[in-house]
């Protein structure tokens, strides 16, 4: 079943069961009314009655007897009146019937100070009781003219019920039409969508906020959808261009080494090229798996507590005897008040591989070989801070810096192995243990990027 024939369905059902109710009600709560206001007028027309018989008297009482019976026997339709004085003897008797065994049973009903009423079909019976005089009388009738336009609310009632549920599912469905509009572009919008082209927007001006809410979260998934389709082509485009150089370098010094009759020391320079070359092709490989590792991992409660200086200290260790002119020093900024504020919780080999990564980065890129670490502990959080000096990064460097492959202008002049991959690595390792990392340019040209890692008591 399609959207707009279960909306206009439901919504025809929705208002035939209000109308319905509404219906119904005036139809009972009429015929209720009804019913009351023929009992009234059949206790007026029995008191009426009484008032006439109590001011009879003399020579004329029984033909003013016989006029009362004539002029009220066709007030209401098939009335009849029976009253009864103490010792439960007629005083008048308006009736056409036979047997009075009804009359019996309901004068037996009769209580003081209570009107007895009562219905058999269409007939109606109200038994009354004065004080007073001590009388009872029953007053009975049927009321044609309330029957007959209860009838006649019936069928109006009927009438304008299927009217009223044609002219509702007409509607509905043309409401229904009006409020799919709107999704069937979004449809058609996303079967257009391809990753080929990911520009096209949906307009958000449907009348419905709810489905201008639908298109502006749909435009925003293409937005971001857009951006990722374009990080992974320059990703793809960048990591083809970075690994042809060293192959096209490699080969063209393989083959001028085959062509020609080189000397020994020659032949050690041919190789001591490929070995850089190779050199660079390992490190850009391993860092290529390494960010294709992190993409879809996240952080992982059952990871072990790792200590921030342990891990440090270790990595420090080997970057001095890789890099014997690296000038390196770890400080405390402030004095951790137990060893439980160094611990956080982590993969153990991502973190050193990421704290390694920023002790090369300033080590490539500083103007002194010189990297500073200071070490800051807050309530939540451990804090280190790599200080290198050199060039601070504009404003447009600073909002690409974390981009695979690119380097700063600085970096650009710089004859390093590295393919600019070490700060996104950084980044997605601290994605991954809900941490953060952060550059602040620095007084007397130092450079400080600032690593926020979250304590094991904290996540």
Not at 155 to 181: D, E, H, K, M, R
Not at 412 to 424: E, Y
């Given at each position: ?5 279960r ?17 119904v009600?005036i ?29 009879l008297?003399g ?5 003013s ?9 066709s ?5 009849e009146?029976v ?5 439960r003897h ?13 009359f ?5 009903k ?14 109606q019976?109200?038994g ?5 005089e001590k009388?009872?009388?029953?007053i009975?009738g049927?009321d044609?003219?309330?029957?007959s336009?209860?009838?006649?609310l ?26 799919s ?13 391809s990753?080929?082209?990911?520009r096209k ?6 009348t419905?906020s709810?489905v ?25 485009h ?14 063209s ?11 020994e020391?020659?032949?050690r320079i ?7 070359d ?12 390494l ?20 891990m440090?200290?270790d990595?420090?260790?080997?970057n ?8 390196i ?58 200080e ?16 695979p ?7 650009r002049?710089?004859?390093?192995t ?13 994605n ?5 990392l952060?550059?602040?340019p ?18």
């Amino acid at each position: 079943m399609s959207f707009k024939l279960r909306f206009a369905l439901q919504f025809a059902f929705a208002v035939a069961i209000i109308l319905l109710i509404c219906f119904v009600s005036i139809y009972f709560l009429y015929a209720n009314h009804r019913q009351q206001d023929f009992y009234n007028r059949m206790r007026s027309e029995g008191l009426e009655v009484y008032r006439l018989l109590s001011k009879l008297e003399g020579e004329d009482y029984n033909k003013s007897l016989e006029l009362i019976r004539e002029v009220h026997s066709s007030i209401i339709a098939d009335e009849e009146i029976v009253i009864l004085d103490t010792n439960r003897h007629i005083l008048f008797s308006i009736s056409k019937a036979t047997d009075t065994s009804k009359f019996n049973a309901i004068f037996q009903k009769i209580n003081p100070g209570i009107d007895y009423t009562e219905i058999d079909e269409d007939r109606q019976y109200i038994g009354l009781y004065l004080p007073e005089e001590k009388i009872r009388m029953v007053i009975t009738g049927i009321d044609e003219p309330g029957l007959s336009r209860l009838k006649n609310l019936k069928l109006i009632l009927l009438i304008v019920f299927g009217v009223a549920l044609l002219i509702t599912t007409s509607i509905s469905f043309l409401f229904s039409n009006q409020v799919s509009q709107p999704l069937l572009a979004l449809s058609k919008q996303m079967e257009a969508t391809s990753e080929v082209d990911l520009r096209k927007r949906i307009p958000e001006n449907a009348t419905f906020s709810e489905v201008n809410l639908v298109a502006r979260n749909f435009n925003a998934m293409l937005e971001r959808l857009e951006k990722i389709f374009e990080f992974q082509r320059s990703f793809v485009h960048h990591a083809s261009h970075e690994l042809r150089t060293p192959l096209a370098t490699m080969l063209s010094h393989t083959e001028s080494a085959l062509a020609n009759r080189l000397t020994e020391e020659e032949y050690r320079i041919v190789l001591g090229s490929l070995k850089q070359d190779q050199e660079r092709m390992i490190e850009l490989t391993n860092s290529l798996l390494l960010i294709s590792q992190f993409e879809q991992q996240g952080f992982d409660h059952s990871w072990p507590i790792c200590r921030v200086d342990e891990m440090l200290y270790d990595k420090i260790s080997i970057n001095m005897k890789m890099f014997p002119d690296l000038g390196i020093s770890l400080v405390f900024l402030n004095t951790p008040s137990s060893d439980d504020d160094l611990n956080i919780r982590g993969n153990e080999a991502l973190l050193k591989s990421m704290f390694s990564n920023l002790i090369r980065n300033g080590y490539y890129y500083s103007t002194n070989k010189k990297v500073e670490i200071l070490l800051e502990i807050t309530d939540e959080k451990v804090l280190v801070h790599v200080e290198t000096r050199g060039e601070h990064l504009s404003e447009t460097e600073r909002e690409k810096v974390m981009m695979p492959f690119y380097r700063g202008e600085y970096a650009r002049h710089k004859k390093t192995t590295g393919a600019g991959l070490g700060l996104t690595i950084v980044q997605r390792i601290l994605n991954m243990h809900k941490g953060a990392l952060v550059y602040s340019p620095m007084p007397n040209q130092i450079n400080r990027s600032t690593v926020i890692l979250p304590k094991a008591a904290t996540v």
